[in-house]
């Protein structure tokens, strides 16, 4: 990332001028142009834009995937601004448009044009050509518009998942040897998993849906390791959007994918064992929250004791109102980087087929759950962080849609108020005869005959019960 070149911070000013696009067009949208709201807010978006240009020479909005670039630098959204920045972003793409560019020059007499044409209804063929048949015929002559198809895309295409799919590897490798030498009590390489866990940061800052994506690759002999893998992206994923820098992710990630460390010092057969657990054998694997901490406490290679990733090891199953294990006898309160990996890890391990568990939870009802339940003892926020992430549908769902097609979700939709509507890729016809090639499909797009939902999704359903691996259709 570039923040800070010239002087100017770009996170802070890119979410300014998200916010004044969001508040001109808002206001717009309920007053006329001449009222003093609809006026300041352009003022407002005049000022910030032309400050930039002064420092930067020319301002792009991008919209790639699920983020917003100002000119090179993606800008990190947190929950506060994250409806704001989606309903904007819905209304860019609504009409094909993937960037803005403004060219010095612009006058404040071009944004009350610009904002007005994308308030009208987009058309519904080609919205993008009609957009600049529009803004041709207006006054504006220094904001340029480049198509969603131009910009799009790279996160989802090929080399994104592959780059993703490398490091996932990597990090199950690395998972699977050092928890290994921990089982057999020999040094291990912290250095090694470090550089795993940075290797997993970057990849969720740069290609978040792909990094969600191989947390489908749900391999039942190598469960512990992905597991671990995957509690590190679910947490690193809500960890981004509380708004942590980068270093705070990677201190969160490490903890991650070492919260059950101490399960290497459980016997394998409780562990593997199908079916219910005896009250021993149940209180010999709660051991592993003690274990974990004594066993992080004791590893060599980390410059400071690791306290926060020893809290994490023995807090994720404590509940956030302390009825979980391991038992507390004062009060106390769960560290954040617990209370995130305590979602992580629940999310993961019960949409996961493991030996004990036959039949996982569909994700949609999981989230549903642990965010509806108290009982279940999650932070209610950190649940919505992980949703606004995840979609209501996460990636890898298997849907039956309202056509009678079944679908695997396969990107979330980024506006938080269709995150019930997600792209999906449908398999097979409303007969349940497999399609020969997948056909994709953004369910928050309406149809442009009927203006509505082209298809919705009316339930979710097992893929055991098909036979299939979601991930066959996503990786
Ligand atoms: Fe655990
Ligand atoms: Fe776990």
């Known amino acids: 990332m570039t923040d800070g070149s010239k002087g100017l911070n770009y996170q802070e000013e890119g979410r300014r001028v998200l916010t004044a696009f969001y508040g001109a067009l808002n ?13 300041q807010a352009l003022d407002e978006l005049h000022a910030l834009v032309t400050r930039i240009l002064t420092i930067e020479g020319d301002v792009e909005i991008r919209i790639v995937g699920d983020f917003f670039f100002l000119n090179e630098t993606r800008l990190r959204l947190d929950l506060s601004n994250f409806a704001t920045f989606g309903s904007f972003s819905r209304a860019l793409q609504d009409h094909g448009i993937g960037a803005v560019e403004i060219r010095a020059g612009v006058q404040r007499s071009e944004w009350a044009p610009f904002v007005s044409i994308l308030l009208r209804k987009p058309h519904a063929e080609d919205p993008f050509e009609a957009f600049m048949d529009r803004l041709a015929a207006a006054p504006v002559q220094h904001i340029e518009l480049r198509p969603e198809k131009d910009v799009q895309e790279p996160e989802k295409d090929e080399e994104a998942l592959l780059a993703a799919k490398r490091t996932y590897a990597q990090s199950v490798q690395v998972a699977k040897e050092v928890l290994g030498d921990v089982r057999l009590g020999k040094a ?8 795993s866990v940075q290797g997993i940061v970057d990849q ?44 705070q992710l990677y201190e969160l990630g490490l903890g991650a994918l070492f919260h059950d460390i101490g399960k290497q010092l459980v016997s394998r057969d409780i562990i593997n064992k199908p079916g219910g657990l ?104 950190l649940v919505k962080a992980l949703i606004t992430a995840t979609g209501v549908y996460p990636i890898g769902t298997l849907v039956i849609l309202d056509s009678h097609e079944m679908a695997v979700v396969s990107d979330v939709n980024k506006d938080p108020n269709l995150l019930h509507r997600p792209r999906v890729k449908i398999i097979s016809d409303p007969l349940g005869v497999p399609l020969v090639e997948p056909i994709t499909l ?34």
């Open 27 to 39: 206001s717009l949208r309920l007053y006329p142009l001449e009222n003093d709201a609809v006026q």
């Open 188 to 195: 291990v390489n912290v250095r090694k998993v470090k550089r």
């Open 204 to 247: 969720v800052l740069s290609n978040e849906s792909s990094m969600i994506t191989m947390t489908t690759l749900r391999d039942f002999d190598e469960y512990t390791f992905t597991h671990c893998v995957n509690v590190c992206i679910f947490s690193v994923v809500m960890g981004q959007r509380l708004g942590l820098d980068k270093h």
């Open 278 to 381: 005896t009250d021993d054998e149940w209180v010999e694997l709660k051991e592993h929250t003690t274990e974990g901490l004594l066993q992080l406490f004791r590893l060599h290679g980390f410059v400071d004791v690791p306290y926060r990733q020893m809290l994490m090891a023995y807090e994720h199953h404590m509940k956030i109102d302390l009825t979980g294990y391991p038992q507390n006898t004062r009060p106390r309160e769960l560290s954040l980087f617990s209370r995130v990996v305590a979602v992580a890890d629940a999310f993961d391990a019960a949409t996961s087929v493991r030996s004990y568990q036959y039949n996982p939870w569909p994700p949609d009802a999981v989230l549903r759950e642990m965010r509806d339940n108290p009982k279940r003892g999650f932070d209610p926020l």
């Open 442 to 475: 953004d369910l928050a797009r309406d149809d442009p005959a009927t203006g509505r939902p082209a298809r919705t999704i009316i339930k979710t359903t097992d893929p055991q019960k098909y036979g299939i691996q979601v991930s066959d259709y996503l990786t």
